[in-house]
T-cell receptor, first 112, second 114 residues
Framework: AQSVTQLGSHVSVSEGALVLLRCNYSSSVPPYLFWYVQYPNQGLQLLLK??????LVKGINGFEAEFKKSETSFHLTKPSAHMSDAAEYFCAVSDHGNKLVFGAGTILRVKS | ETGVTQSPTHLIKTRGQQVTLRCSSQSGHNTVSWYQQALGQGPQFIFQYYREEENGRGNFPPRFSGLQFPNYSSELNVNALELDDSALYLC?????????????FGPGTRLTVL
């Protein structure tokens, strides 16, 4: 069965600093991986997805993620954090039949 | 093109009652998935409907049931509510039911069970 582990339930960075949110997955089949962002009291918004094309995936708002099969990782990065990036981020893997299996989430705090 | 909408936004029920949550899928999408997100946790898959048929179910008891209508909108019904059912319920629609098809989420319904 597929599973996702997000290391760090809370991450704090200064405005302008690098953002790195970690995600490791377990999958018995080639995975399809997603990052979603959730702002307070809202639903989930897709940031980016990996579907076995390029291993470096670029998403919205300057975020990108790199698929590393050898490390079973799909970490999310952004070169320079902005105050508006403060939110909760979820990594997910697509199971058979399009079911998404989510990690527990990482809350990103951006300090001014 | 309208996105995924859900109603109601908030709901308060008492233990033992029944509740119905509604979801309108994005235009052109024939697949709807429902997720439960408890406070401080990631969403958990409840079930998925594809062209009006159930197409997969997560680890939820039978008192969680659903429907999908010919216009591909959907309902989630929960009977005999328990305190632990308090959560944000998210609906997501996708173009098809394939692994790579992106799921687009609605804003959710916040259910509180007292």
């Amino acid at each position: 069965a597929q599973s996702v582990t997000q290391l760090g339930s809370h991450v704090s960075v200064s405005e302008g600093a690098l953002v790195l949110l970690r995600c490791n997955y377990s999958s018995s089949v080639p995975p399809y991986l997603f990052w979603y962002v959730q702002y307070p009291n809202q639903g989930l918004q897709l940031l980016l997805k990996y579907t076995s094309a390029a291993t470096l995936v670029k998403g919205i708002n300057g975020f990108e993620a790199e698929f590393k099969k050898s490390e079973t990782s799909f970490h999310l990065t952004k070169p320079s954090a902005h105050m508006s990036d403060a939110a909760e981020y979820f990594c997910a893997v697509s199971d058979h039949g399009n079911k998404l299996v989510f990690g527990a989430g990482t809350i990103l705090r951006v300090k001014s | 093109e309208t996105g995924v909408t859900q109603s109601p936004t908030h709901l308060i029920k008492t233990r033992g009652q029944q509740v119905t949550l509604r979801c309108s899928s994005q235009s052109g999408h024939n697949t709807v998935s429902w997720y439960q997100q408890a406070l401080g946790q990631g969403p958990q898959f409840i079930f998925q409907y594809y062209r009006e048929e159930e197409n997969g179910r997560g680890n939820f008891p039978p008192r969680f049931s659903g429907l999908q209508f010919p216009n591909y909108s959907s309902e989630l019904n929960v009977n005999a509510l328990e305190l632990d059912d308090s959560a944000l319920y998210l609906c997501a629609s996708s173009l098809e039911a394939g692994k790579t098809d992106t799921q687009y989420f609605g804003p959710g319904t916040r259910l509180t069970v007292l």
